[in-house]
């Protein structure tokens, strides 16, 4: 079992990596947003589940061991597969899916392009009790749920995934005044401002 590899980026695409170690190049299917920080000649640490298949060896690969083990979590679910597993992780951050289980809602999975409602229906059920809870520092606890939504939403409007949005909003809200984490466009001014350095590429609006 291959459980991480750690060499020099030669290639990156939109949605896999081929990383080099000790001469060998390994192509590691990726979430978007790590494919997009994945600079060739560059080094990268990523964990990785190596899918076997008859007709084929295949590895998925995660910026931290959360999302390898909920990825691994996700395989257990009837009717998702790999490919299935990393669109949620593409789509959805690890505490958004552990949030959505808890809360028994399956809309967040029914958006993710590739699972039905039956399939997003199953992957609440099956994964009950089986994912850590979401960490406290997820979203600033002075910021309402309504304006964090909102602002989620107009960024994931411009362009970026949901998921990309989701982490700026936070991170924005948890540095801002008690003000400015109440006033959507003060949270949604500050959050294009962190991603627009951060983000090399990333659309703007």
């Known amino acids: 079992m291959i459980s991480s590899l750690r060499g020099t980026v030669l290639h990156a ?6 990383v080099e170690v000790g001469g060998v190049g390994f ?27 008859e007709d084929a060896l295949s590895l998925f690969g995660f910026a931290d061991r959360a ?31 552990a949030a959505a289980v808890a809360e028994d ?6 958006k993710v392009s590739g699972i039905g ?19 406290e520092n997820s979203a600033p606890e002075k910021a309402p749920t309504d304006v964090v939504a909102r602002v989620v939403q107009a960024v994931a409007g411009l362009g970026w995934p949901e998921r990309v949005a989701g982490d ?4 924005a ?8 984490r109440a006033s959507v466009q003060a949270l949604l001014r500050l959050t294009l401002a ?12």
Not at 13 to 18: K, L, M, Y
Not at 105 to 110: E, M, Q, T, Y
């Open 27 to 53: 192509s590691v299917a990726v979430p978007p947003d790590v494919a997009r920080t994945a600079h060739v000649g560059e080094t990268l640490l990523l964990h990785t589940s190596l899918i076997v298949r």
């Open 168 to 171: 700026a909003v936070a991170q």
């Open 105 to 110: 809602d399956d809309k967040p999975f029914r």
């Open 194 to 205: 962190l991603l627009g350095p951060a983000k090399q590429g990333a659309p703007r609006g």
């Open 67 to 97: 999302e390898l083990d909920v990825f691994g979590a996700m395989l257990s679910v009837s009717g998702v597969g790999p490919k299935s597993a990393l669109g949620v992780l593409s789509a959805l951050t690890v505490d958004q899916i």
């Open 13 to 18: 695409g939109t949605d896999s990596v081929i």
């Open 173 to 180: 809200a948890e540095a801002a005044s008690d003000a400015d």
């Open 117 to 135: 409602p039956k399939t997003a229906k199953l992957i609440v059920v099956q994964l009950q009790g089986r994912l850590a809870p979401p960490a």
